[in-house]
């Protein structure tokens, strides 16, 4: 079965350092694979996805990930941090030709001034 | 911008009361998702609707949860008794065709909690 694992339920950088959330995928076939974002209260915005064609994703915000087959690896980065960066965020999976997302459990990112 | 439709955005219940959540997704989406996010936790999937079928329940408690979309556009999604455990976000989406490329966009969620 599809499965995520993200590393570390809580994050915790300074304003301006690199973010880096961790996720790792569990795949017989290759996935499809997502960064979800959502702040308190709110649903889920997507920040990026791969579907198999560039290895490196750019999203929204300033956030990238990529895909590396050999680690099982998706792994979210930014270079600098912003206050309103904090939030949770949330890697998912689909399997190819299904529709069902498979979210991990999520890292909370905590950013101080 | 269009946007995910839900409502109320809070619900407080009695348990062995029935609550009842709405879903108006994106115009034209024909697919239809309601997810339960316990705190602390990602989203799991309930149901889906492809238009006004479901494709997938296999993860729905059928004894107290029930999902409609009659029309194929609006949904509900009734608890009936609710219970202590399931307090929790309620969170629907929709996306286009259902093809597994197609980002699903998120409604602002329904928070339950069952006293």
């Known amino acids: 079965a599809q499965s995520v694992t993200q590393l570390g339920s809580h994050v915790s950088v300074s304003e301006g350092a690199l973010v880096l959330l961790r996720c790792n995928y569990s795949?017989?076939?290759?996935?499809?694979l997502f960064w979800y974002v959502q702040y308190p209260n709110q649903g889920l915005q997507l920040l990026l996805k791969?579907?198999?064609?560039?290895?490196l994703v750019k999203g929204i915000n300033g956030f990238e990930a990529e895909f590396k087959k050999s680690e099982t690896s998706f792994h979210l980065t930014k270079p600098s941090a912003h206050m309103s960066d904090a939030a949770e965020y949330f890697c998912?999976?689909?399997?190819?030709?299904?529709?069902?997302?498979?979210f991990g459990t999520g890292t909370r990112l905590l950013v101080s001034p | 911008e269009a946007e995910v439709a839900q409502s109320p955005r809070y619900k407080i219940t009695e348990k062995s009361q029935a609550v009842a959540f709405w879903c108006d997704p994106i115009?034209?989406?024909?697919?239809l998702y309601w997810y339960r996010q316990i705190l602390g936790q990602g989203p799991e999937l309930l149901v889906q609707?492809?238009?006004?079928?479901?494709?997938?329940d296999s993860q729905l408690p059928k004894d107290r949860f029930s999902a409609e979309r009659l029309k194929g556009v609006d949904s509900t999604l009734k608890i009936q008794p609710a219970e202590l455990g399931d307090s929790a976000m309620y969170l629907c989406?929709?996306?286009?065709?259902?093809?597994?490329?197609?980002?699903?966009?998120f409604g602002p969620g329904t928070r339950l909690t069952v006293l």
């Open positions: 989406a929709s996306s286009g065709d259902g093809s597994s490329y197609n980002e699903q966009f």
């Open positions: 795949s017989s076939v290759p996935p499809y």
């Open positions: 791969y579907t198999s064609a560039a290895t």
């Open positions: 998912a999976v689909i399997k190819t030709g299904f529709q069902k997302l498979v």
């Open positions: 115009s034209g989406h024909a697919t």
């Open positions: 609707f492809q238009d006004e079928s479901v494709v997938d």
